[in-house]
């Protein structure tokens, strides 16, 4: 039903979804969430882990309101995970936080909601990988959370951790998150990456996974995002 059409009928033709006032639109793994012009938050589709944020683990053919009316466009979804900020700079997640992905200070399979729940802090960004979120902070710090098989959440380690840790550096401004592997951008320009690095996907004539932010060469970088093998860069438009 992640078509929004109260079916589960496959279309191959662009079908309306119900609403006239949406603002912006995301996509999970066979779920999608969007936010309307007066702030409400809604969901549909798959709903195995109570990600669609109902209370319940029902899956849902037609959009289904989350509890709350101050929602930004601020958003990301990762594997039946979901994470929003609000106005106020307050973050919430809900779905399966196996790995510590809710912030609940635990893991394992109890660790599911299918209700919003607070992560500590104001927050202006968050982004998602498979198993690990990614937060930055309104002085630019950037802390990461969740599932860190390969070091993808740049603490030197390969720990797992069930509240954020802060990534070093305080001038982040922009991130793209793969499944095990991150590339982020500074405010003066420089790109980084760290986690798995099987296809030299971070920019440093290597396969060496880094557990650590290591710098990509170039300094007017802007905006970087990161696919299964390989990391994009964007320069600053002065220097395309």
Known sequence: GELGQNSVVRYSSPVQIPGTTWKNVSAGGY???????DGTLWQWGFNSNGQLGQNDTTDYSSPRQVPGTTWTT????????????????????????EYGQLVINTGGNPARYSSPVQVPGTWTS????????????????????GYNNKGQLGQNNETQYSSPVQIPGTTWS?????????????TDGTAWGWGKNPSGALGQNNRTSYSSPVQIPGTTWSKASVSYTHLRAHETPEHR
């Open 31 to 37: 779920w999608f969430m969007a936010t309307k012009t």
């Open 74 to 97: 601020k958003m990301a979804a990762g594997h039946s995970r979901f994470h929003a900020i609000k106005t106020d700079g307050t973050l919430w997640g809900m779905g399966n936080g």
């Open 126 to 145: 968050v982004y998602s990988s498979k198993q690990a979120i990614y937060s930055i902070k309104s002085d630019g710090t950037l802390w990461s959370w």
């Open 174 to 186: 922009e991130l793209g998150a793969g499944s095990e592997n991150v590339a982020a951008v500074k």
